[in-house]
């Protein structure tokens, strides 16, 4: 008797769950965990009122713009629609990339994945549970963004529920054709690579290109579509406007669509498109995963070989630490490791050092020098302003690498606490770890900027003892906070920083930075104002009680955060 192919049998006697069946679990077990978290109700006021603000500024820098294209004459149509196509694109390259990281994690590396694929289930049943979770994981962003930039079109041309209907219908194939291509990438890499080390490959591949999309869009200066004079003719400026445009680009096809039925006769066919290729991509995607899943599942498996560089980075730990005791030794020496043994840590250096390029060339491109006073006073200004910038640029790099530490932890930590080890000196050994490298970043930083800048010798010392202070302080913030609001569970590091924990942590440390500029206004605008009258006074008391507010806040933001982070980390092993 000739046995019935694999999965035959077991699909004759039961019947397949099916696509909601499989997205139940996921979506009862995030409910389950809102329902326990005794502070929902503070998160919810928290994140409702952030976002309420960012959408509202959002949305009223839009429909500012808007404004000033409909009463540019000839070209307002143009530009508005030049502006819309711009965004879906930007819309569209973060959807690519976010897609073929998130589908990694849910299509082979989740844990759920062993149970699913030995159980009665159809694959196509499977590869669109699937689907839906990457899209929504990866887009849930992206859509969230639009709605201010929907609304600030439908305001401006006082559109009427159509448009928002359409709008709503034409982000529905925009978020899914990059979920299915950013899986069907993903899928054919599996079959070729390891799963872990495709994670690595991936995660390198999607910096690149983001830290190239950033980069070439800041050089191409998009600022001066706003200001057509800066062009030798109108016929350099109307080409200007026509890029980037293709037929082939489904941001094309969503522009075309609701700019004809905002111009009021609207044109079907780009909709149609959209949703035409959507379905012929869902149907390409189920047709991959059947035939390549399997095989690339059983590759999931397998696990990238251990590299030998950890044992080389533990000796030069060890030999740069040779006055300090073996467990300072062993912790940090941990911590290097944790950080270099995961891709997506690493990794995100490269787009940090773009972000830091092209926040140079800002400075570098700003057009102060019109007169020798006012130059000074623009110069000074700018520089004092730049130290709130540049902090707030150390603040983020600092919610991306010093936060998670205690989340990157896991299930591990139980393991330390039950070792010979203090908290405090846990907590110490990470904050050195991580404050030491956002010094080496903050302090060129300022430095380089305050020399394109060319300030007064008195601001450039001001300026960068103002910054050596900050980033002891973001650092306290980011690692208290992160002990604060830690999250064991989850899959993704990218996650960690923008969970709820991080956007508090950036709340405190944007108040952290306004503090600081508030208590050193005043002596520097005393300093300003004698050097416009020619004399460059230092306002020498002045000066002294806003160094003395400025040591004070920092104390507080070292002392408090580190002081709270250690009691919690006890609690949770009590």
Same mark, same amino acid.
């Given at each position: 008797?000739?046995?019935?192919?694999?999965?035959?049998?077991?699909?004759?006697?039961?019947?397949?769950?099916?696509?909601?069946?499989?997205?139940?679990?996921?979506?009862?077990?995030?409910?389950?965990?809102?329902?326990?978290?005794?502070?929902?109700?503070?998160?919810?006021?928290?994140?409702?009122?952030?976002?309420?603000?960012?959408?509202?500024?959002?949305?009223?820098?839009?429909?500012?713009?808007?404004?000033?294209?409909?009463?540019?004459?000839?070209?307002?149509?143009?530009?508005?629609?030049?502006?819309?196509?711009?965004?879906?694109?930007?819309?569209?390259?973060?959807?690519?990339?976010?897609?073929?990281?998130?589908?990694?994690?849910?299509?082979?590396?989740?844990?759920?994945?062993?149970?699913?694929?030995?159980?009665?289930?159809?694959?196509?049943?499977?590869?669109? !549970?699937?689907?839906?979770?990457?899209?929504?994981?990866?887009?849930?962003?992206?859509?969230?963004?639009?709605?201010?930039?929907?609304?600030?079109?439908?305001?401006?041309?006082?559109?009427?529920?159509?448009?928002?209907?359409?709008?709503?219908?034409?982000?529905?194939?925009?978020?899914?054709?990059?979920?299915?291509?950013?899986?069907?990438?993903?899928?054919?890499?599996?079959?070729?690579?390891?799963?872990?080390?495709?994670?690595?490959?991936?995660?390198?591949?999607?910096?690149?290109?983001?830290?190239?999309?950033?980069?070439?869009?800041?050089?191409?200066?998009?600022?001066?579509?706003?200001?057509?004079?800066?062009?030798?003719?109108?016929?350099?400026?109307?080409?200007?406007?026509?890029?980037?445009?293709?037929?082939?680009?489904?941001?094309?096809?969503?522009?075309?669509?609701?700019? %004809?039925?905002?111009?009021?006769?609207?044109?079907?066919? #780009?909709?149609?498109?959209?949703?035409?290729?959507?379905?012929?991509?869902?149907?390409?995607?189920? =047709?991959?995963?059947?035939?390549?899943?399997?095989?690339?599942?059983?590759?999931?498996?397998?696990?990238?070989?251990?590299?030998?560089?950890?044992?080389?980075? %533990?000796? =030069?730990?060890?030999?740069?630490?040779?006055?300090?005791?073996?467990?300072?030794?062993?912790?940090?020496?941990?911590?290097?490791?944790?950080?270099?043994?995961?891709?997506?840590?690493?990794?995100?250096?490269?787009?940090?050092?773009?972000?830091?390029?092209?926040?140079?060339?800002?400075?570098?491109?700003?057009?102060?020098?019109?007169?020798?006073?006012?130059?000074?006073?623009?110069?000074?200004?700018?520089?004092?302003?730049?130290?709130?910038?540049?902090?707030?640029?150390?603040?983020?790099?600092?919610?991306?690498?010093?936060?998670?530490?205690?989340?990157?932890?896991?299930?591990?930590?139980?393991?330390?606490?039950?070792? #010979?080890?203090?908290?405090?000196?846990?907590? =110490?050994?990470?904050?050195?770890?991580?404050?030491?490298?956002?010094?080496?970043?903050?302090?060129?930083?300022?430095?380089?900027?305050?020399?394109?800048?060319?300030?007064?010798?008195?601001?450039?010392?001001?300026?960068?003892?103002?910054?050596?202070?900050?980033?002891?302080?973001?650092?306290?913030?980011?690692?208290?906070?992160?002990?604060?609001?830690?999250?064991?569970?989850?899959?993704?590091?990218?996650?960690?920083?923008?969970?709820?924990?991080?956007?508090?942590?950036?709340?405190?440390?944007?108040?952290?930075?306004?503090?600081?500029?508030?208590?050193?206004? =005043?002596?520097?605008?005393?300093?300003?104002?004698?050097?416009?009258?020619?004399?460059?006074?230092?306002? !020498?008391?002045?000066?002294?009680?806003?160094?003395?507010?400025?040591?004070?806040?920092?104390?507080?933001?070292?002392?408090?955060?580190?002081?709270?982070?250690?009691?919690?980390?006890?609690?949770?092993?009590?």
């Amino acid at each position: 008797m000739v046995a019935p192919p694999e999965g035959k049998a077991s699909r004759a006697g039961q019947t397949s769950p099916g696509l909601l069946r499989l997205l139940g679990p996921k979506i009862r077990g995030r409910i389950h965990r809102a329902r326990k978290d005794q502070g929902r109700w503070f998160k919810l006021l928290v994140l409702g009122s952030v976002g309420a603000m960012f959408w509202s500024l959002l949305f009223a820098l839009i429909w500012r713009m808007l404004l000033y294209f409909r009463n540019t004459q000839g070209m307002g149509e143009l530009l508005a629609s030049k502006l819309l196509g711009i965004a879906l694109l930007t819309f569209l390259g973060i959807l690519l990339l976010s897609n073929v990281i998130t589908a990694l994690s849910t299509f082979f590396l989740s844990q759920d994945l062993e149970l699913l694929v030995a159980a009665p289930v159809d694959p196509l049943h499977l590869y669109g !549970a699937r689907l839906v979770e990457t899209v929504v994981n990866s887009s849930w962003m992206v859509a969230l963004l639009a709605v201010p930039l929907f609304l600030a079109y439908g305001f401006t041309y006082r559109a009427g529920v159509e448009f928002y209907l359409l709008a709503a219908g034409v982000m529905l194939p925009f978020l899914v054709i990059p979920g299915v291509l950013g899986s069907a990438f993903t899928l054919l890499l599996v079959n070729v690579f390891p799963a872990r080390r495709t994670r690595d490959l991936l995660a390198l591949i999607a910096l690149l290109a983001t830290a190239g999309v950033v980069a070439l869009f800041r050089f191409l200066r998009p600022e001066r579509l706003v200001r057509p004079e800066e062009f030798r003719n109108l016929v350099d400026f109307l080409s200007v406007l026509r890029t980037p445009s293709s037929v082939w680009l489904p941001s094309e096809w969503a522009t075309e669509a609701l700019m %004809s039925q905002l111009r009021g006769f609207f044109d079907p066919f #780009p909709f149609l498109l959209l949703l035409s290729t959507g379905a012929a991509l869902v149907v390409l995607g189920a =047709w991959l995963h059947g035939r390549f899943f399997p095989a690339g599942f059983s590759r999931a498996q397998e696990g990238a070989p251990r590299s030998k560089e950890e044992r080389r980075r %533990s000796r =030069w730990v060890e030999r740069l630490l040779l006055g300090a005791g073996p467990r300072t030794r062993e912790l940090v020496a941990k911590e290097v490791r944790i950080f270099f043994r995961d891709s997506t840590q690493w990794s995100q250096l490269v787009l940090l050092a773009v972000l830091v390029a092209v926040y140079v060339y800002n400075i570098r491109v700003l057009p102060l020098y019109t007169g020798e006073r006012v130059s000074f006073f623009l110069v000074n200004v700018v520089s004092f302003l730049n130290l709130g910038l540049a902090g707030f640029v150390v603040a983020a790099i600092a919610a991306r690498f010093v936060f998670p530490s205690i989340s990157l932890e896991g299930r591990a930590l139980w393991l330390l606490r039950s070792a #010979p080890l203090r908290v405090e000196s846990l907590f =110490w050994t990470k904050y050195w770890v991580g404050t030491v490298p956002l010094l080496l970043v903050a302090v060129p930083l300022i430095v380089l900027t305050n020399l394109i800048l060319q300030v007064s010798p008195f601001l450039f010392v001001l300026s960068t003892a103002t910054m050596v202070v900050m980033t002891f302080a973001l650092g306290a913030l980011a690692l208290g906070f992160g002990a604060l609001y830690p999250n064991f569970e989850t899959e993704n590091v990218a996650e960690i920083p923008t969970s709820f924990g991080g956007l508090l942590f950036m709340m405190a440390a944007v108040a952290y930075l306004a503090g600081i500029v508030v208590l050193e206004a =005043w002596p520097v605008y005393l300093y300003l104002s004698s050097g416009l009258r020619g004399s460059r006074e230092v306002p !020498a008391i002045p000066l002294a009680v806003g160094v003395v507010g400025v040591v004070l806040l920092t104390a507080a933001a070292v002392a408090f955060p580190l002081r709270t982070g250690v009691k919690k980390v006890q609690e949770l092993e009590a």
